[in-house]
């Protein structure tokens, strides 16, 4: 069935550096690729998305890139900063229709200053 | 505009007992899914509901169940309780029943089976 596997599961940086979350899905038709972020006792929220059509988007520190030909998407955050430390998802339509979205299992991203 | 709203926020229950849930998107919103949160299985997708129709479902079991009002409010319904159900319910809303749209999330209700 439909998956999403999301890389790593942990990640620790300094403040200031980069940090790149890496995801990739298996079901061709998936044409809706939103990252969202989770603070601890919060709600997902979106941070950013992309579509089927587009190769690379950008919200000034964060960027995602798609590679529809390997199935694979990734987050890019630059200059990170404590208050970007929470637990990141990137997730993948089920298919063209519907609102329906796979998840990857998760990456918490730790910001230490 | 208010956010999407669910209630109650926390439930314990009991097991073999039976739970419902309520969720109330966003006004305007007519595209209501849900999900299940847990620690080892992340977030998975239960179904989806759009006009008060189910329009697409997950792989849960059928003691898993659902269903859309005419004002698009949500209810989930869980019977027969197991201990694994202790999860955190999200629903979140959208605009439309067609992909690439942002999907808003409540703040979820934190279900506990003992």
């Known amino acids: 069935g439909e998956n999403v596997e999301q890389h790593p599961s942990t990640l620790s940086v300094q403040e200031g550096d980069s940090a790149v979350i890496k995801c990739t899905y298996s079901?061709?038709?998936?044409?809706?690729f939103p990252w969202y972020k989770q603070e601890l006792g919060k709600r997902p929220q979106l941070i950013i998305d992309i579509r089927s059509n587009v190769g690379e988007k950008k919200d000034q520190r964060i960027a995602v890139t798609l590679n529809k030909t390997a199935k694979h998407f990734s987050l890019h955050i630059t200059e990170t900063q404590p208050e970007d430390s929470a637990v990141y998802f990137c997730?993948?339509?089920?298919?063209?229709?519907?609102?329906?979205?796979?998840f990857g299992k998760g990456t918490t991203l730790s910001v230490s200053s | 505009k208010a956010g999407v709203t669910q209630t109650p926020r926390y439930l314990i229950k009991t097991r073999g007992q039976q739970v419902t849930l309520s969720c109330s998107p966003i006004?305007?919103?007519?595209?209501v899914s849900w999900y299940q949160q847990t620690p080892g299985q992340g977030l998975q997708f239960l179904f989806e509901y759009f006009s008060e129709t189910q329009r697409n479902k997950g792989n849960f079991p059928g003691r898993f169940s659902g269903r859309q009002f005419s004002n698009s409010r949500s209810e989930m319904n869980v019977s027969t309780l197991e201990l694994g159900d202790s999860a955190l319910y999200l629903c979140?809303?959208?605009?439309?029943?067609?992909?690439?749209?942002?999907?808003?999330f409540g703040p979820g209700t934190r279900l506990t089976v003992l």
């Open positions: 979140a809303s959208s605009v439309r029943w067609t992909g690439m749209n942002e999907q808003f």
């Open positions: 079901d061709s038709a998936s044409n809706y």
């Open positions: 997730a993948a339509s089920r298919g063209q229709a519907g609102t329906a979205l796979i």
């Open positions: 006004s305007g919103h007519r595209s």
